[in-house]
């Protein structure tokens, strides 16, 4: 077991390497802003992700935004100076919600009065949900463009078409499209950003094809081999949310080491090699015990053979990644 944690260890402290000669600037920084699958609110899923050295990106899900920022600001991921407000203002300059969960959305919802006019791309039923069960004057006040009146249209939403060409997202150098996800019966979404001819794949909550009884990740892996085999997928941002072993009637529309080695062994069969591109693991659902276990058992089991050749990183909300 000790030998396995060092090696899971190694691995997530080694730097993304490239996979080939010709990669060698990094293309996009992120900032886990979230990195839970719950239960604690100050730190659900978010992720900031910009062109490298730019100053506005986006934010690929918000459940947590406030708190996250301040944790990015406190390990100088925002660099030198910092402030909450100008990150939250300027530095995302649009969101990208992959479902409407709660987890997923709380810190967009609850830093809206303080935010400042962006749009938020999303597939159309996601924004719908966000219209219908969220921004709709009850649970919250209509803070969008879409759903009862009075709207205050700090929001506009963008409706991202699967299959489309990708949309560029004004003032942050970067363009995105949508393939939708099978999560537990909700359409869940990868987005593929784009930087110039790189690109980074930020997926939602998903359960394995196999269980959700889903063509959907087979769709995106088909979709992203390409970029994989020219050696411009810079990393993917997957879920884990709970070690194994679980029955998958037990999965509720979410991926186990076991699954996740499963899937990415899809992707290698139609792509190649997987060495080159990093797996940034978030979403591991903690427990009440406050202690890091489920994480470390998730980490450790993901390091284990099962799956192809691939590095494989715990993000840490707030700690800067480059890739
Ligand atoms: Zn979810």
Avoid at 185 to 190: F, I, L, N
Wanted: hydrophobic content about 45%.
């Amino acid at each position: 077991m000790k030998r396995v944690l060092l090696a899971m260890t190694l691995v997530a402290l080694a730097l993304p390497g490239p996979a080939t000669g010709a990669r060698s600037r990094q293309a996009f920084d992120i900032v886990p802003l979230g990195v839970k699958g719950g239960l604690e609110e100050g730190e659900t899923t978010a992720w900031y992700i910009a062109s490298a050295g730019s100053r506005r990106g986006v934010a690929c899900d918000a459940g947590t935004l406030v708190p996250g920022i301040r944790a990015g600001i406190r390990a100088g991921a925002f660099g030198r100076g910092a402030k909450v407000a100008d990150v939250l203002h300027d530095r995302i300059g649009a969101y990208l919600i992959t479902h409407a969960h709660l987890d997923h959305v709380a810190g967009l919802v609850m830093a809206s009065p303080d935010d400042t006019a962006k749009p938020i791309f999303a597939l159309p039923a996601v924004n719908a949900a966000l219209a219908a069960d969220y921004f709709n004057g009850s649970a919250w006040p209509n803070m969008a463009d879409r759903g009862p009146a009075p709207r205050l249209n700090r929001y506009t939403y963008r409706d991202l078409v699967p299959g489309a060409p990708p949309v560029p997202i004004a003032g942050t150098g970067l363009n995105v499209s949508a393939f939708p996800l099978s999560h537990g019966g909700t359409v869940s979404t990868a987005f593929l950003i784009r930087s110039g001819a790189d690109a980074i794949l930020c997926m939602g909550d998903t359960g394995p094809d196999a269980v959700e009884r889903s063509g959907a990740l087979a769709l995106l892996w088909t979709a992203v081999a390409p970029l994989i085999r020219e050696g411009r997928l810079r990393a993917i941002i997957v879920e884990t949310s709970y070690p194994d072993p679980r029955p998958d009637g037990q999965l509720f529309g979410h991926l186990t080491p076991r699954w996740l080695h499963s899937e990415l062994s899809r992707l290698a069969d139609v792509a190649g090699s997987l060495a080159g591109v990093p797996i940034v693991i978030g979403h591991i659902k903690p427990d009440l015990s406050g202690s890091d276990t489920v994480e470390r058992r998730v980490m450790a089991q993901l390091a284990e053979p099962g799956g192809p050749e691939a590095h494989y990183i715990q993000a840490q909300q707030g700690q800067a990644l480059h890739f």
